[in-house]
Nanobody, 124 residues
Framework: QVQLVESGGGSVQAGGSLRLSCAAS????????MGWFRQAPGKEREGVAA???????RYADSVKGRFTISRDNAKNTLYLQMNSLKPEDTAMYYC??????????????????WGQGTQVTVSS
């Protein structure tokens, strides 16, 4: 059974940093496409970044240059380093997983497995 557990959220001031973690279990982690998504109140869940099993990464334009997605296959853990945070980054952040059967892009409908989320709040 696939399980994803996020941690690392919190409250920071604008310009600050946070690192989110997602611990995965129940499947062959190294062969999966992993993604980070976020959902602000009243808005659709949106893709933030994706990390494929071959090491390739993709980012939403809104976070390019500020966020970095990485993974440690030995620890079955996905990370999202968030720097230069802005109030508009405030959201619940989710990690998600799917088999690496096609290009790894953070498209919500393509991901089958989801964590419970961790809240990030950025104050101005």
């Amino acid at each position: 059974q696939v399980q994803l557990v996020e941690s690392g959220g919190g409250s920071v001031q604008a310009g600050g940093s946070l690192r989110l973690s997602c611990a995965a279990s129940g499947y062959t982690y190294s062969s999966y496409c992993m993604g980070w998504f976020r959902q602000a109140p009243g808005k659709e869940r949106e893709g933030v970044a994706a990390h494929d099993s071959d090491g390739s990464t993709r980012y939403a334009d809104s976070v390019k240059g500020r966020f970095t997605i990485s993974r440690d296959n030995a620890k079955n853990t996905l990370y999202l380093q968030m720097n230069s945070l802005k109030p508009e980054d405030t959201a619940m952040y989710y990690c998600a997983a799917r088999p690496s059967a096609w290009a790894c892009v953070a498209t919500k409908s393509e991901f089958a497995y989801w964590g419970q989320g961790t809240q990030v709040t950025v104050s101005s």
